[in-house]
């Protein structure tokens, strides 16, 4: 029979969309950027890269703007 | 002068209000609108998904056991927490044994972490220490073998299974 791992790794197509998937739905709060999601999930930047276009383009993952974090108030 | 000196002095400085070079690894200098991504929960099937996803994410005991055992002389290893789906445990990786070789064990960790997408909590303890700890009635390895956990190695005489 088949492991737990390889079995959602085919059933999401691939290792790096299903990693990627993990890493989000473990933590659904958290916004990362394209160097973090690399570094955490010991994978290419460039798989990273492919496959988080596809899974924007499925509206599962959205993107958040950094400089959109810094624009707080300042409390005078 | 030597040429080695003449040639340091000839190197360009870079002007200060330029700012720091470009680096794309570090983490201090970013451009600024590098885009973050993070889930959309707005999906319907979020939950169903996320449920789904955790639940078969945890990876195979006989797998663990064989990269585990490389670490070093384990004599115990208890899997809880993220590895059988409790939410409320103290630690998801209790590791007993002697010798152990802090590099494979770190290599170890990153990798279990990229591989389920979280970040680990674990405990390492040496031998004796386990087995003093245990039979002063100590709360916290009480704790984690009174809860439900499964024994990865288990090589401690006295131990049940």
Known sequence: ????????????GSKTRARLLKIFLHNPALSLCLDDISAKTKLPKNNVKKELAALLNLKIIKTVHRHDRKKKKIKK | MTAKKRKSKNKKK?????????????????????????????????????????????????????????????????????????????????????????????????NLEAEMGLEL????????????RYNMFDRFTRDILDSPHKKVINKIKGLAT
Do not use: C, W
């Not at chain 1, 492991?3 to 085919?10: A, G, L, Q, R, Y």
């Open chain 1, 1 to 12: 029979m088949p492991t737990n791992d390889k079995i959602i790794d085919s059933l999401f």
């Open chain 2, 121 to 132: 909590r674990y405990v390492i303890m040496g031998t004796d220490e386990f087995v003093y």
């Open chain 2, 14 to 110: 870079r002007p200060l209000h330029k700012g720091l070079p470009f680096d794309k690894t570090s983490r201090l200098v970013r451009p600024r609108n590098s885009v973050n991504y993070q889930f959309n929960t707005a999906l319907p099937f979020f939950g169903e998904l996320r449920n789904l996803v955790l639940k078969i994410s945890p990876p195979s005991f006989p797998r663990l056991e064989k990269s585990i055992r490389k670490i070093g002389r384990l004599k115990l290893v208890a899997a809880t927490g993220v590895f059988l789906n409790l939410n409320n445990s103290r630690i998801d990786l209790l590791l007993i044994g002697d010798d152990i070789d802090y590099k494979k064990l770190n290599n170890f960790i990153k």
